[in-house]
């Protein structure tokens, strides 16, 4: 496994030496065979919700198809690598005190026309307010959608994540980030954010 990341041009503080990380791109963090496992299963997980869970946004915000990964076994694969991948990042770039997933994983699915602009993950509510880690995997092959690109904004410029397929990004949850509109096709990414107390 590669581990790369994408250092800013922010130059380096007073105490630094190194400069700010804004993100770790990890590829290769799911096998392609693991995200069509993804990608079925987000087919199962939607025709069990009849849909009901897509659309209940603000649209002008958002519009794509969301599913929450169960909690069950079947599943377990899947947080047992979010975590693994999560410690990682977080030892190599962030530091910051985690305490694990408090919500449970999501998966994100963007159709021609659904897009998410501009935003935080870091909310207001109990759980959301904890959040301190963004994590994002795209599950669907490049060459199956047109648009539909994954952009962070940490500082003043945004950033295109690598669109290759089974490849994550971890950010910090405060950082804007959007999905610009699909034009054609697909784009699943699963999602998970990991939880903390507050920055001190
Ligand atoms: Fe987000």
């Not at 800013?8 to 065979?33: C, E, L, M, Q, Y």
């Not at 946004?57 to 519009?63: A, E």
């Not at 959608?145 to 295109?160: I, K, M, S």
Request: glycine share 10%.
């Amino acid at each position: 496994m590669s581990h790369t990341s994408s250092a800013s041009h922010v130059p380096p503080g007073p105490g630094g030496g190194k400069p700010p990380r804004h993100w770790a791109i990890i590829n290769n963090a799911f096998s392609t065979d693991e995200c069509e496992r993804l990608n079925a299963a987000f087919k199962e997980l939607d025709a069990k919700d009849g849909g009901l869970v897509a659309g209940r946004f603000d649209q002008k915000v958002r519009q794509s198809a969301l599913v929450w990964l169960p909690e069950s076994e079947e599943f377990d694969w899947v947080i047992q690598r979010m975590t693994r991948l999560a410690a990682d990042a977080n030892r190599d770039v962030f530091r910051y005190a985690l305490n694990g997933f408090e919500e449970r994983l999501q998966l994100a699915s963007y159709g021609p026309g659904h897009y998410y602009d501009w935003h935080i993950d870091r909310g207001r509510g109990a759980v959301a307010g904890r959040r301190k880690l963004t994590m994002s995997v795209q599950l669907t092959d490049p060459k199956d959608y047109v648009g539909g690109e994954f952009e962070l904004n940490a500082d003043g410029r945004p950033f295109q994540v690598p669109v290759d397929r089974g490849a994550m990004v971890v950010f910090p949850a405060h950082t804007l980030h959007r999905v610009a509109p699909v034009v054609s096709g697909n784009r699943l990414s699963l999602v998970a954010w990991v939880h903390g107390p507050d920055f001190v």
